[in-house]
């Protein structure tokens, strides 16, 4: 059955001995627990001092580029980041697709370099405001994830993860209401019905992400189908990231 994640993306923040501190911080109050995956996503700065000194608390790449080297001055490669032993990564975050420009085509291409090098995928998806006022949320999502994550086969799927983090609450404060939560993650858990069938449906983690805090993670987490959480803001405060865990 699939496993309670609670995920921190620490985006451009900390140096290296803050990040270094903030990942103590948090292992000494966290303890493992076999029903949790706990992960957070440094700068790619830090990634391996913080493998290096890596307790039960998972690290992940916030990005990489597909190719295995070559010509992409500023990059870093699928390749590099197995090398040093990263096994999580961040695919199709908003802030990548709208500040990079990264396509429904290019992330399917992140996917299927991640997948190679045996990188477990947590792929975010999720609809700007725009498409939440006008359009229809449900298709915009169900649509991200046919075009660059449902082409993987059954086995290859089961690795991953999936994040719905709607736009317009990504580091707004604004927050999806209950009903609309539940309702994305029950039409996302369906689409991996109709598409892998309800057991493999079942083992895959679908977490919620957009100004999550202590404050609302209770209400948050006890949504149909909602996983886990997805955290940016809040992960960067060792006190928020912990009282989140006692929020499942
Ligand atoms: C995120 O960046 O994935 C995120 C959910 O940010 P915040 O929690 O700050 O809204």
Redesign the pocket.
């Given at each position: 059955m699939r496993k309670k994640v609670l995920a921190g993306?620490w985006?451009m923040n900390l140096n290296s001995k803050q990040s270094l501190a903030l990942y103590a911080d948090i292992s000494a109050a966290l303890s493992s627990n076999k029903e949790f995956d706990f992960i957070v996503f440094p700068p790619f700065l830090h990634l391996k001092e913080l493998i290096d000194s890596r307790g039960f608390i998972e690290i992940g790449a916030q990005n990489f580029h597909p190719e295995l080297n070559g010509a992409f001055t500023g990059e870093v490669s699928v390749s590099q980041i197995k090398d040093i032993g990263i096994q999580y990564a961040?695919i199709g975050?908003?802030?990548r697709r709208t500040l990079f420009k990264e396509s429904n085509s290019f992330l399917k291409q992140k996917v299927d370099a991640a997948i190679q090098h045996q990188i477990r995928v947590v792929f975010?998806c999720g609809e700007p405001l725009e498409v939440r006022e006008n359009q229809d949320p449900v298709m915009y999502v169900t649509n991200q994830l046919k075009e660059s994550l449902f082409h993987l086969n059954s086995e290859q799927l089961k690795t991953c993860m999936i994040?719905y983090?709607p736009i317009w609450?990504?580091?707004?404060?604004k927050v999806a209401t209950e009903e609309q939560i539940s309702q994305m993650h029950t039409a996302i858990r369906n689409e991996l019905k109709s598409k892998y069938g309800q057991q493999i449906a079942n083992e895959i983690s679908i977490l919620y992400?957009?100004?999550?805090?202590p404050s609302n993670a209770k209400a948050v987490f006890s949504c149909e189908n909602v996983d886990g959480?997805?955290?940016?803001?809040?992960?960067l405060e060792p006190t928020s990231f912990v009282e989140l865990s006692e929020c499942f």
């Open positions: 993306n985006k961040l975050h908003s802030e975010c994040a983090e609450a990504i580091g707004t404060g992400g957009g100004s999550c805090k959480g997805l955290i940016g803001g809040a992960s």
